[in-house]
């Protein structure tokens, strides 16, 4: 019997050793698992860096991209494109104005009743409409008759506020969020289609020739006095309100910068002087890039596997298209090097661009003690039932790697055009301040983006400049814009009266 009992003691001993041995076992595997997780965290963060001597090496390299860019066609990553706006509207313009937003599947119509310096807008109406699939593949002229008939049924329900005088045909902005070769104010030629349109017999014609074509067809009599884009329009709705406003930023699902310059100091432009002395230009920054951009091996392969390897660059490290999806492509690795989700990869987290930068900015945002907005937001979106207070505590601290990183690098490049037109320091007796006019939802609805962009600025500026730098929200720039560039380049203006643009 003795011997049944030691026996029956030595195999528990021994299971029990080996019971043992193995949660050990499992705990170095864990504690080894959980090491490389840090590991890759560590190095992301390191590679992210933008200390602020990086920032000023980037805004030095935006600096010199400006002036080759302005030198000659092709000479830069950044085509620094003329816009021809040359005035910008100043407060005093009167009367009732339209404006054409086409920038996706959507597309606004607007029109804007404006009362000069005192009453600035004093009625705005709208409509919004989407475009039925077919016409995005279609032919030019199908495209162009569905947008004017919205059009012209809108002309149709002016109200007795919007008075047209005898003899004045109407005037229309139209802005044109697509790459064109703009030939003059109001005509450009189409490079190509983006956003999912793709209509060949537009590329290479004058997009607003196509528009006017489509208003004969149905006897609209209507002017288009102005050809532009988004980010031309938030710099002429944030001139109309602020006479300080300099330049434009787009923080949005992409990103673009527009700014005042000095006339004299465009070498490629060929033709007379402007009277105002200055020249809108459109940078079309999204596309600048620079060994001082600090990229990643995520980055890298986020532009490999892209529709645009080696373009755009800047745009896929700071805006709210591709920010989202880093922070996939981090968690991708963590979870395949590091089993951060546990042995299986969530078969959701292989899905490129499947978490969106508002999710992003949402779990970010996160401020509840056990993190329960990042632990929801991993179940819906990843379809992980459950994760660790320490796992949330990693993807927020990625989130505000990526985001840290976008904001600073946007505050660069702002203090790289700040500088290119001297107004990155204090000037002995002059008082001049500079306003930033921003829009897009990554701007405005990413708190803490937006927060970091605008201390990194103040960082980069100093105390004293930055007393003279504001930056500003500019709602709906790209449909308010175009109508107000449409009542400053109006063919009614008397000699004389042109907006002044400085």
Request: glycine content about 8%; hydrophobic content about 40%; overall charge negative.
């Amino acid at each position: 019997m003795g011997k049944v009992a030691v026996a029956t003691t030595v195999v528990c001993s021994v299971a029990v050793c080996a019971a043992a041995a193995l949660i050990v076992r499992r705990r170095m595997q864990s504690s080894g698992k959980w090491a490389r997780v840090i590991e890759i965290l560590k190095a992301f963060e390191e590679d992210c860096a933008t200390p602020v001597a990086k920032l000023r090496q980037v805004a030095d390299a935006m600096t010199v991209e400006m002036h080759a860019g302005l030198a000659s066609e092709g000479g830069s990553k950044l085509k620094m494109l003329i816009s021809y706006v040359d005035n910008l509207p100043s407060g005093d313009e009167t009367g009732f104005f339209y404006a054409l937003d086409l920038g996706g599947t959507n597309f606004r119509v607007m029109r804007v009743l404006l009362g000069g310096k005192q009453d600035r807008v004093v009625k705005r109406e709208f409509k919004e409409e989407s475009i039925p699939p077919h016409l995005m593949t279609g032919k030019s002229d199908e495209l162009f008759d569905f947008i004017v008939e919205v059009l012209a049924k809108f002309v149709a329900t002016e109200g007795e506020d919007f008075h047209l005088p005898p003899g004045r045909q109407r005037e229309l902005g139209f802005t044109f969020s697509f790459p064109v070769k703009q030939t003059s104010l109001s005509s450009g030629t189409l490079i190509n289609w983006t956003k999912g349109f793709s209509i060949d017999d537009t590329v290479g014609e004058d997009v607003v020739g196509e528009l006017v074509k489509a208003m004969e067809r149905v006897g609209l009599d209507m002017r288009v006095a102005a050809l532009v884009n988004d980010t031309i329009g938030t710099l002429a709705g944030g001139r109309y309100t602020n006479p300080d406003v300099v330049v434009a930023v787009i923080l949005g699902t992409g990103t673009n910068a527009a700014y005042v310059e000095r006339a004299h100091a465009i070498p490629k432009w060929h033709g007379l002087l402007p009277k105002s002395g200055e020249m809108v230009i459109n940078m079309e920054w999204g596309n600048f890039r620079s060994s001082h951009l600090p990229l990643t091996e995520y980055d890298h392969s986020l532009d490999l596997e892209s529709l645009n390897p080696g373009e755009q660059i800047l745009e896929k490290i700071i805006s709210g298209m591709y920010l989202g999806e880093i922070l996939r492509r981090v968690l991708l690795k963590m979870a395949e090097e590091a089993a951060f989700f546990g042995d299986v990869v969530p078969p959701k987290l292989r899905i490129p661009f499947i978490i969106r930068t508002p999710n992003m900015s949402a779990m970010h945002s996160d401020t509840s003690p056990d993190l329960k907005v990042v632990g929801s937001k991993l179940k819906d979106i990843l379809e992980v039932p459950t994760s660790s207070l320490k796992m949330r505590k990693v993807v927020i601290s990625l989130c505000n790697i990526i985001a840290s990183r976008g904001a600073r690098l946007s505050a660069a490049g702002i203090y790289g055009i700040l500088k290119k037109i001297g107004r990155d320091a204090a000037k002995d007796g002059e008082s001049q301040k500079s306003v930033i006019a921003m829009d897009g939802g990554l701007f405005e609805h990413y708190t803490q983006f937006s927060e970091s962009m605008k201390s990194s600025l103040k960082e980069l500026l100093g105390d004293e400049v930055s007393e003279s730098v504001e930056v500003i929200l500019s709602n709906d720039g790209s449909g308010v814009g175009a109508a107000l560039l449409a009542a400053s380049h109006s063919q009614y203006l008397e000699p004389g009266e042109d907006s002044e643009t400085s």
